[in-house]
């Protein structure tokens, strides 16, 4: 078993910015890769970003690239997720997701473990 466990949301102005942090412990994993997913009220789970089991490799969702920047030193550290310029539309529950088998793609399906959710409220 993974725990994945995320930190550091909370509510901040438009226009601030926020640090995201996940840590996955439990089960040795030397090459597992982690992304970031956001859920906003009534809508679908949605990728916002993954990065490789040794932070080599980085992929966004296209809409939020600039703005947001995912980061981890290696699969022993925990894994970022640095969000600037906040907009309201940015308001959701912030999920980290692990994969097992160094996915980086954008399904769900892709990740077999996921942390329960840190709040983020970007008010206007």
């Known amino acids: 078993q993974v725990q994945v466990v995320e930190s550091g949301g909370g509510v901040v102005q438009a226009g601030g910015s926020l640090r995201l942090s996940c840590a996955a412990s439990?089960?040795?994993?030397?090459?597992?890769?982690m992304a970031w997913f956001r859920q906003a009220p009534g809508e679908e789970r949605d990728f916002v970003a993954s990065?490789?089991?040794?932070?080599?490799?980085?992929y966004y969702k296209p809409t939020l690239k600039g703005r947001f920047t995912i980061s981890r030193e290696d699969a022993k550290n925990p894994m970022f997720l640095q969000m600037n310029r906040l907009e309201p539309e940015d308001t959701a529950v912030y999920y980290c997701?692990?994969?097992?088998?160094?996915?980086?793609?954008?399904?769900?399906?892709?990740?077999?473990?996921w942390g329960q959710g840190t709040q983020v409220t970007v008010s206007a």
């Open positions: 997701a692990v994969s097992t088998a160094g996915h980086t793609g954008w399904p769900r399906s892709e990740y077999d473990y």
């Open positions: 439990g089960r040795t994993l030397s090459t597992f890769s």
């Open positions: 990065v490789s089991w040794n932070g080599k490799y980085t």
